[in-house]
T-cell receptor, first 112, second 112 residues
Framework: DQQVKQNSPSLSVQEGRISILNCDYT??????FLWYKKYPAEGPTFLIS?????DKNEDGRFTVFLNKSAKHLSLHIVPSQPGDSAVYFC???????????FGTGTRLKVLA | DSGVTQTPKHLITATGQRVTLRCSPR?????VYWYQQSLDQGLQFLIQ???????AKGNILERFSAQQFPDLHSELNLSSLELGDSALYFC???????????FGPGTRLTVT
């Protein structure tokens, strides 16, 4: 039972354009969401998070949008840079428990 | 560098054997989490320890066990290994029982 789904295994974007990575979840009780970035041979690195009381959180070139009614979140990267090429995982958790449920990841390739 | 260290980096062993993976959290972090990432899968939460005590359990097999020691390092013990246990095993830490988790570089286990 995959509670957090990233339906696009890969995405290619031109440098300077917007990258949009999507994530869907099934459990409406999730109230904290995160995005992690992972380079080969490294552990995942925290990127940005959002609480369910918000619908948007921004940090520099990265913005996460949360649509609770659709149980959908997305990560926007503007402008995309070649160094953003990595696998991106979304994760969700419940208040009171801090185990993260991860999606299967989307491999982003930013083309120079 | 997240500050989380994991040893060994690679481990090759045979079916039926037992191995121990080690994790040292970031300085000051009390929580340690273990995840398994099999091929083309997301990170599966295994278990969480907080200040020496088990706090949350995920999809951890009975053949697997973990502990956190007084110096806060943690070990994940995998026994009666099967081919399907081949995976990347990540350790993460956080300051309390919540908040962003910082991941180590992982241990790649290959069972032959």
């Amino acid at each position: 039972d995959q509670q957090v789904k990233q339906n696009s295994p890969s995405l290619s974007v031109q440098e300077g354009r917007i990258s949009i990575l999507n994530c869907d979840y099934t459990n409406s009780m999730f109230d904290y969401f995160l995005w992690y970035k992972k380079y080969p041979a490294e552990g995942p690195t925290f990127l940005i998070s959002i609480s369910s009381i918000k619908d948007k959180n921004e940090d520099g070139r990265f913005t996460v949008f949360l649509n609770k009614s659709a149980k959908h979140l997305s990560l926007h990267i503007v402008p995309s840079q070649p160094g953003d090429s990595a696998v991106y995982f979304c994760a969700a958790s419940f208040s009171g428990t801090y185990k993260y449920i991860f999606g299967t990841g989307t491999r982003l390739k930013v083309l120079a | 560098d997240s500050g989380v260290t994991q040893t060994p980096k690679h481990l090759i062993t045979a079916t039926g054997q037992r191995v121990t993976l080690r994790c040292s959290p970031r300085s000051g972090d009390l929580s340690v989490y273990w995840y398994q990432q099999s091929l083309d899968q997301g990170l599966q939460f295994l278990i969480q320890y907080y200040n020496g005590e088990e706090r949350a359990k995920g999809n951890i097999l009975e053949r697997f066990s973990a502990q956190q020691f007084p110096d806060l390092h943690s070990e994940l013990n995998l026994s009666s290994l099967e081919l399907g246990d081949s995976a990347l095993y990540f350790c993460a830490s956080s300051a309390q029982t919540g908040g962003e988790q910082y991941f180590g570089p992982g241990t790649r286990l290959t069972v032959t």
